[in-house]
């Protein structure tokens, strides 16, 4: 026994990263679309403004979807491109297109998946203080109902917010990406407080204006941790370190239990808020109840780990890595152990089922001179990492796994020098080609994981 008969094998992308802006749509601004205007933020300039066109080549790209056997496909909705100030006036051109997206899903029998938020803030709300305003908190609950309305007719299955650690923690606290502020870590946690509180009010708007019962989720990340050996003590040590504040706060997003425990337990977790008690923001009980809206299942952005031993001293130790450890183009450690240890770490402390929402691999992808795009280090990255999910689907209610990501795209600040797709993209001619690991994930989706390793 391995994957349950029913899992659900997809793949992912995000609005800015693959639509392009659809010049004829009366889409509005979004925080990306304002931030890659100024080319020093972003590889060679490159911006979304054309990105993989999928706005004029979504029923092509449906049909490749189902020509790769895929069950189900995540994907989010631009939130200026159906509000293009964010609140107010809807764009019907938007929600056209987004309804027309959904239909060559269905028609080609594949699930959508829908995530309300994967960094698209309208610029327009971003000028009225974007995530510092509470006054958000009522924008995102009355974008989430206009989804409702439009789309859960036809689809059942929501996450509402991508990688909160990354939109706050790069966009406001580092800024090295949109809207490239540098707050102070006080405000950032005035903001973080104010996300999962619109988190929450999104679950209540499309629990309310859903047209039928729906499934929703959120979709977290962070790097996970995972036991340098099966000593009860290491497995004890990473679970601790896993769920622990970051140990400097000036990069204090990059953790799983600020973000996660209040929406699933209830309560922030108790080491960040004596940790950080000087930065916090008042926070109520009516507050924590918002936040803590029951969600249905749990995912998580999984691409690599930290090895942790238990020290002399009692405490986690991050073990380093040797030289030469393995790692993929964009210099990310392959570590596939983490698609194991976190999936079970996650699964004890929340009890919720659980999707990988994300997880892949850039490689240095290029059409060979047989016309085929071969990639060996993803089918290979892609194995290991499988081999480890389907160890932890014996053991835990895993619901589904999606690849990052079904098409080449506009990988953030490293603009499309970054290839994470299934399908290459000739930025030039936006043909679409499908590289080797869509072929081999086709037969991994039929046999449901059986030619992987035990
Ligand atoms: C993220 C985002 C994706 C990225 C992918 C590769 O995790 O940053 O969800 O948009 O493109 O993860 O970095």
Known sequence: ???????????????????????????????????????????GGHTGDIACDHYHRFREDAVLMKEMGLKAYRFSIDWSRVLPEGIG????????????????????????YITLYHWELPYELYKRGGWMNPEIIEWFGNYAKLVAECFSDRVTHFFTLNEPQCFIGLGCLTGEHAPGIKASIKDTFIMSHNVLKSHGR????????????????????????????DKPEDIKAARQKLFSMQEDDKNWTWN??????????GHYP???????????????????????????????????????????????????????????????????ECLYWG???????????IYITENGVSCC?????????????????LARYLTQLKKVAKEIDLRGYFQWSLMDNFEWTRGYSERFGLIFIDYQTQSRILKDSAYWYKELIRTNGKNLGE
């Not at 693959?18 to 890659?36: F, H, L, M, P, S």
């Not at 019962?213 to 962070?222: D, K, Q």
């Not at 799983?256 to 337990?265: G, H, K, N, R």
């Open 1 to 43: 026994m391995g994957f349950a008969k029913n899992f659900v094998w997809g793949a992912a992308t995000s609005a800015y990263q693959i639509e392009g802006t659809g010049a004829e749509d009366r889409k509005g601004k979004n925080i990306w679309d304002i931030y890659t205007k100024e080319p020093w933020h972003i590889y």
């Open 89 to 112: 006036k809807v764009n019907e051109v938007g929600i056209e297109f987004y309804s027309n997206v959904i239909n060559a899903l269905l028609e080609n029998g594949i699930e959508p």
């Open 202 to 229: 999104a679950v209540q708007m499309l629990r309310q204006y859903g047209k039928q019962p729906l499934t929703i989720g959120y979709a977290p990340t962070c790097s996970m941790c995972y036991p340098e050996t």
């Open 256 to 265: 799983v239990a600020w973000w996660s425990d209040p929406v699933i337990l």
């Open 270 to 336: 108790k080491e960040g808020l004596q940790r950080y008690e000087a930065y916090l923001p008042d926070i109520t009980d009516e507050d924590m109840k918002l936040i803590a809206e029951p969600i249905d299942v749990y995912g998580q952005n999984i691409y690599n780990g930290r090895c942790i031993r238990m020290g002399e001293d009692g405490q986690p130790q991050e073990v380093k890595r040797p030289v030469g450890f393995p790692r993929t183009a964009m210099y990310w450690p392959v570590t596939p």
């Open 343 to 353: 999936p079970k770490f996650l699964y004890e402390r929340y009890n919720k089922p």
């Open 365 to 381: 992808d290029s059409v060979s001179l047989d016309g085929k795009v071969h990639d060996p280090d993803r089918i290979d990255f």
